[in-house]
């Protein structure tokens, strides 16, 4: 086993790294950028080393400094976590030229899994089987397009390198082809400086389900499959282990393929074989195809451990320092169920644009695995990831961890940004969802109910009143004392866009009537706390003027003071603005252009996604305030349009 490594990687990768290296007595280095040299896996490593600005390119992807802060700091290995550097073979082989181990596979494995359609050729020789589609070095639009018409629509557009969603189109009709391909093409090179690539038949139920795999360089295992059908923009939401509705018959053969696909390549480490499923008939042994290798470790990689208990990053650890694989297949087995739901940053009710900010409060659950790479206090940055952390449960079976999924989510505090913690309580209350009817449309089908904002109940509108006037403590006996009648206070407070007025009457000592807008709370003060209407207080966050009440949906209660004047009344259609900070990819439009509701106006680049900025109404361009190559902060100015004239 080695003595100490360096983790080339940053947040809760970064912790989870550090987590099983505590265990094991291994000595664990750090890198960080400027803005994360106070971040939680700095603290966390017994040294730290800084490579350098906030950019990626400026500090996690400088392959040199990672090396060099490798060997002065006596690191005998590097572990490259998910993302940056983890599956560029170039890096790999920097690594090892400089005597050092890299804890994954070879460089020359992950050439062979690198690019989609070489890595599809090469699974086709070996037995695995395949989607139908082109994987041609003629990257011509009209070739392509000829290609998606022999394929039959529709089809999707993949990058051949990369992952994540980025540089993939669904195609649903010939006339939409051009345009998807456009920016498929320009997502890729900005993300992968790679524009090819591929084109696949399109499942039109599809489910996505990968199998975990182990190698030692010969021979490898696999841990079962996971289920990541419930996806956004291919982004994965919530994975599950094992997948709804498995078959013993379908589990071998998808296994035999992954083990298949990792020893024809000789893989070394942890990786995941990504198949495609038709579910629209159950699932059955014919129907399913590769579609992808990632040659490391899985960000969903818990829910395997967690339905194994196996550890697979100590695994990597001891593989990687020379030993053979820690087990056979036939010992390994599966206990009970496991879920992982992905907790960001994120404005749903803006299209799931990622958010930036100050975590003022950060709260999980005890009894639910949280891997986090941040702590109360910490900024989201707009340089990386939006993720907050990851909440894994497990359970006897499925219906008993999704009830565990479901209170863990309720019970998570987060002030201070905007989350997807409500949507993903959404997901999983679904019915379908519930009930294991899962395929990567649910989301897109129900997006509308699955992002519907409920208002938020009077009675946790009366509990943030009662917390920003300090009422919400133990009463004391002078509570409420007056001479003629109970003591009244009227406060206005926002939530959301609305103003609602509130008054307080406190009756007597843990005895108080609040007012909100029409509706009546009483709020009475017992033994186990302040309970509103009846029941139990949720859990609440004051930021000065601020207050966050916490549970099944998070409600923020902004007092309004009266003396406040209007600053003005935001922007109107008029304006189009950069909703977070980013980088102005393109500008489609000049003053002077007539432009109508829906169209294109700009492309922003932010958090290596590309997010189009459409036209809120029909109208003439009359200023463009920013050009492509441009960085912008969060509500910069981008297009003016001409004023409505008045009817």
Not at 103 to 118: C, F, N, T, V
Not at 210 to 227: C, I, P, W
Request: net charge negative.
């Amino acid at each position: 086993m080695f003595d100490t490594i360096l983790i080339a990687n940053r947040g809760e990768i970064a912790c989870r790294v550090i987590d099983t290296c505590r265990r094991l007595g291994v000595r664990t280095v750090a890198v960080h950028s400027d803005v994360d040299a106070q971040a939680r896996h700095v603290e966390m490593a017994d040294v730290a080393v800084s490579l350098g600005g906030a950019a990626p390119a400026e500090s996690y992807l400088r392959g040199d400094a990672i090396i060099a802060a490798a060997q002065a700091t006596g690191a005998q290995a590097i572990h490259p976590g998910y993302g940056f550097l983890s599956e560029n073979p170039d890096f790999v082989d920097a690594v090892e030229a400089a005597g050092l181990v890299f804890i994954g596979p070879s460089g020359e494995a992950i050439r062979a899994m690198g690019l989609k359609d070489a890595a599809k050729a090469l699974m086709a020789e070996a037995g695995v089987p395949v989607v139908p589609g082109y994987q041609g070095v003629d990257q011509s639009p009209e070739l392509l397009a000829r290609e998606a018409e022999a394929i039959g629509y529709p089809v999707l557009i993949k990058a051949v390198a990369g992952g994540g969603g980025k540089g993939m189109r669904l195609v649903e009709t010939p006339k939409e082809f051009a345009d998807a391909l456009s920016s498929a093409q320009s997502e890729a090179q900005t993300a992968f400086g790679n524009s090819h690539v591929l084109i696949e038949k399109f499942i039109t139920s599809p489910r996505h389900i990968e199998v975990q795999v182990f190698g030692d360089g010969s021979r490898a295992v696999h841990l079962f499959e996971r289920d990541c059908s419930l996806q956004r923009r291919h982004q994965k939401v919530i994975e599950e282990a094992p997948a709804p509705g498995m078959t013993s018959e379908m589990r071998n053969a998808m296994g035999q393929a992954a083990v298949r696909a990792a020893e024809t390549i000789g893989y070394k480490g942890a990786g995941t074989v990504e198949f495609i499923v038709d579910g629209s008939d159950g699932l059955r042994p014919d129907g399913f195809w590769f579609m992808e290798m990632n040659t490391r470790l899985q960000v969903e990689h818990p829910v395997t451990e967690a339905i194994t208990d196996v550890d697979l990053v100590e695994w990597q650890l001891r593989v990687a320092s020379g030993e053979s694989l820690p087990c056979a297949q036939e010992d390994l087995g599966i206990t009970g169920h496991s879920f992982e739901a992905r907790l960001y940053a994120e404005d749903v009710s803006a299209g799931f644009l990622p958010a930036t900010g100050q975590l003022a409060h950060l709260a999980f659950p005890a009894d639910a695995r949280t891997d986090t790479g941040v702590r109360t206090g910490d900024v989201i940055s707009p340089h990386y990831d939006p993720m907050i952390a990851k909440m894994i449960v497990h359970g006897s079976s499925r219906a008993v961890a999704l009830r565990k999924l479901r209170a863990a989510l309720s019970a998570t505090e987060v002030a201070g940004t905007v989350t997807n913690l409500a949507f993903l309580g959404a997901l999983a209350r679904h019915p379908g969802f519930s009930n294991g009817e899962v395929d990567t449309g649910l989301i897109g089908r129900d997006l509308e109910p699955l992002t519907a904002v409920p208002p938020p109940a009077p009675a946790a509108i009366a509990r943030a009143v009662l917390a920003l006037l300090g009422l919400d403590r133990a009463p004391t006996l002078l509570d409420g004392f007056a001479l003629w009648q109970p003591l009244a206070q009227d406060i206005t407070v926002a939530v959301g866009d609305d103003a609602v007025p509130c008054c307080i009457k406190v009756l007597a000592p843990g005895k108080i009537d609040l007012s909100v807008g029409s509706a009546l709370v009483s709020a009475r003060f017992g033994a186990n706390g302040w309970r509103f209407d009846g029941q139990p207080a949720c859990a609440v966050h004051v930021t000065g003027n601020s207050a966050t009440v916490f549970g099944e949906a998070t409600c923020v209660v902004t007092r309004i003071d009266p003396l406040d004047v209007e600053a003005g009344a935001g922007a109107s259609s008029d304006l189009v603005e950069a909703p977070m900070p980013g980088l102005v990819r393109q500008v489609y439009v000049a003053a002077g252009d007539t432009v109508a509701k829906g169209d294109r106006l700009a492309v922003l680049e932010a958090m290596k996604m590309e997010h189009s900025l459409l036209a809120a109404r029909d109208g003439v361009v009359a200023e463009v305030m920013a050009a492509a190559g441009a960085q912008v902060e969060a509500g910069a100015a981008l297009i003016r349009l001409e004023e409505e004239e008045a009817s």
